[in-house]
């Protein structure tokens, strides 16, 4: 180019230079690419929008025929006309809970454990086995919870449960629809959190390694013990990594479909009134009675459930990012 | 001064070439399913594709991989409930449907469907107790209604322990077990309950009940895995899960007062009582609570449905083939399992009458 044109041309800027660097080949690369990613990333937007909307339109009949009630009607009974969400719902929400409330401190804990307090080799022997249990499928959870937890707290845990007083507790003392303690909310709850465990782990381990040394060093200068730098300096560092961890763990508890199937006691009439009671949870009645739903109301009833729950999970991912913010801006921005 | 690149540009080019990528994909998808699923046969047979009640599938199972090995041709089968093999035939998703729960008359017109009895099998109660052993506990309806109900709550209860004299039965509570999904079994079982315990069994007879109490399994397989997990529990199976598995079974008070244990010959006997002849042409029968001192009181019929109208004749025709092989070599096998064949009697009367509805384009398919 003359020095005229480049005058006019205004300052340069990083694409100029790379149109100067690299004058007399094809500069097709860039543009193409970024078309291709641009049609990937729109891809992946349509197909959510399109899901969304596919979910609504084939729900539609459930919608306007079975209203508000499915929210409020208990018992799931398609045979009676009757279409209640309610237990499913409250299932979902006691087997979750349950997972969170046992792998949270877990996987923190391990997560601790691993990035400060043992040697580097254990660190990485340990980490790859929780990485490990993350690949294991779920229906494997499913089998090992059916045949080893499942027995162990019916003859065990639930009766020594119940002799002792917290046997009385209500949420733990046993509601109308108990059928010994098996297949109970419980275990759901309890193999999920062995579900969840490995990916708030991993994601945890991961951003507690990127606390810098230094400040962990200042802190120790200062005269802090290890404990108050895990709690005061790196878990705060960390605490919007871990908080997003948390929801990608809550994410999966709430959809897993088959392991919870086999465990649950499948009871879709009855509240579960304690964590001993059978019940059911949203994705496993889906995948329960979907291949017998008959008629267009069956079915759109069973896709109206299956949008409560993608709702539900949309709703977790929005307040997720409420949250995280809110943490940035308190903590200085640190994503 | 030149213009910056524009982002909004980038993002209508690719929208515009996405558009057109979906426009394309959808003529060549449309185009491709214009032509319906089946083409018409070659030489080689196809093979016929079933769904349906978990009831029948190990017998089908066998006979399926029988079949495959005379060559004649190949038949897939899958256990997904009574309920989803009504469903996937009457959709056409798949040839021929497996179900317990017979159609009624008017149904089946409505659906466009035939049904005949493919094999006869008994549903029997499965206990997890300890110190019981195969066929040692006696139960009658009565008492099994009111297990069912939630009205007794533990082995050891005077009901029981009434018809068990000298039996040694743990005070356990009862964990009732039942079918978690739409299910044939559940129907002969709760047909029974109704016919015979009708002042306690008030839930009704149908594939799904609401269930007063109890736990559910999925398929006949998931109530046996939980009954074998639970200690102190009880469920319904097919017999051939419980013999497979070694699952300990009860005996049952038949309708002459008799406690018989399951087995061939009490299936059988409840079997030669059925007038299958009387119940054409709809074939709908219920084979429960059968008078005679031998009989197995929980005894039901197996239906196969397949659609009036066929699209394919090469895929009916492999279907229909696999069914007259089994009704005239399957016998031996069938009893191996304990599964009651269908008599020669009887099989000629549902290639006749039945089988003559099954057409394409208004052809029977069937050619005897």
Redesign the interface.
Known sequence: MSTQTEY???PAGP?DAAKAATRGRLRLGDPIF??IA??CG??VA?SMFGLTAVLIVDSWPAITGVGAKMLTTV?W????GQYGALAALVGTALSTIVAMVIAVPLALVIALLLVELVHPTVGRVVGTAIEMLAAIPSIIFGMVG??VV??WL??TVVPWLLNTPLGKVPGIKPGP?F??G??SVLTAGIVLAFMVLPFITAVSRDVLRMVPQVTKEAGYGMGSTTWEVLRKISLRYANSGIVGAIFIGLGRALGETMAV??II?????VLPHSLLD?GTTIASLIA??F????SKLDVAALIELGLILFLITLAFQVLAQIWLRRVQRTTGGRA | ??KP?SSWR??L???V??AL?AMALGVAACGGSGSSGGSTSSSMADTAVGAGATFPYPLYSKWGSDYAATGAGKINYQG?????G???V?NGTVDFGGSDAPLSADDLSTAGLVQWPQCVGGVVPVVNISGITDGQLKLNADVLAKIYNGQITTWNDAAITALNPGVNLPST?I??VHR???SGTTWIFTNYLQAAAPGVWKAGA??????P??????GND?VA??VK?????IGYVEYAYAKQSSMVTVQMQNKDGVYVKPSLETFASAASQADWKGSLPSMYLVLVNQPGKDTWPITGASFILMQKNQGDAGRAQAALAFFDWAFKNGATSAQSLDYVPIPKSVYSLIQKDVWKDITVSGTPVWQQ
């Open positions: 006019l041309a205004g694409r970024r078309v641009t049609i729109l891809i349509v018992a009974e398609p045979s009676q059916l045949f499942v027995p019916q003859a629809s059928a010994g098996g297949l199937a086999f006691g499948s009871v879709y009439n059978p329960n009675t291949s017998e739903a008959t | 001064m030149k690149a980038l993002l080019v690719a929208a070439a996405l990528i997904i409930g009574s309920g989803g009504i469903s996937a009457t509570k964990s009732v978690s999904d739409s149908d594939k799904t009940v609401s269930w109490v109890g736990v559910g399994g999925k998931g895995a939980s997990q639970l200690s102190g529990s």
